[in-house]
């Protein structure tokens, strides 16, 4: 990498030493008056200016990072949404720790992963239920997709907070980079998109329709255990 990056100002002296050579004898002995000479010397610097200009902004473009295929080094809603439903607990329970104070009131916290159509008022119901078993005033909703209306008109009286995807990425995004890169770290651990099998605990496998040929998560302990996962982000290949 230091090689690389060294390379540059050599690249622009080497172009603008080879644009004055070979420019600045044309440019005098070309014109035949003093004004000639004077406008293509001119004209030779500013070529030359303009090269090195060009050669910087090359340089620049190969000091950017790669592009990153697997779509795992940087946070995005696309990655949010390819993480299995443990994983995407795990960096919500992994986030709380990280942000919230010990003199924080205690909530309930549920997520919603997997998600990338808009969650409505089940759930929210649901957590509300939650949060009055457990004698916890407060709750939190988490999803990777958007809210409906009706179900943030619900939340709000119900001392409910909903936090989208979106809203998700830019919490983390408000850490200490090393926190939110730690994070990332174990978001993107290992295998994070196949489903875990929520009756035992271990990855499903990828399966196929007898009937209508749908692609679908099955569990390995089948038919000891059914449990299926036709999953919409992170669907099988």
């Not at 610097?45 to 090195?52: E, G, H, Q």
């Not at 990153?68 to 607990?89: A, H, I, M, V």
């Amino acid at each position: 990498m230091r090689e690389r990056l060294g390379s540059g100002p050599r690249i622009v002296r080497a172009l603008f030493a080879a644009i004055l050579a070979l420019g600045v004898p044309i440019a005098i002995a070309l014109p035949t008056d003093l004004n000639g000479k004077v406008y293509a010397s001119g004209a030779v610097v500013l070529i030359a200016a303009a090269a090195a200009i060009l050669a910087a902004a090359l340089v620049r473009r190969r000091k950017e990072p790669a592009e990153d295929p697997s779509g795992t080094g940087r946070w995005s809603l696309e990655l949010l949404r390819r993480l299995e439903w443990r994983r995407f607990e795990e960096l919500c329970a992994a986030y709380y720790e990280v942000a919230e104070g010990a003199d924080k009131p205690p909530s309930v916290v549920q997520c919603k992963p997997s998600s990338v159509y808009t969650v409505g008022i089940k759930p929210v119901r649901e957590l509300r239920a939650a949060m009055a078993a457990a004698g916890v005033p407060q709750g939190v909703l988490v999803a990777c997709g958007t809210f409906t209306s009706e179900a943030k008109e619900f939340s709000r009286g119900e001392s409910i907070q909903l936090i989208d995807g979106g809203e998700l990425l830019r919490k983390i995004g408000a850490l200490a980079p090393e926190q939110g890169q730690a994070l990332l770290r174990l978001a993107t651990a290992g295998d994070f998109s196949t489903p875990t099998c929520p009756a035992c605990g271990i990855k499903m496998t990828a399966r196929t329709s007898s009937t209508e040929g749908r692609k679908f998560w099955g569990c390995l302990n089948y038919p000891r255990c059914k449990r299926t996962f036709f999953g919409a982000s992170n669907a099988p290949a």
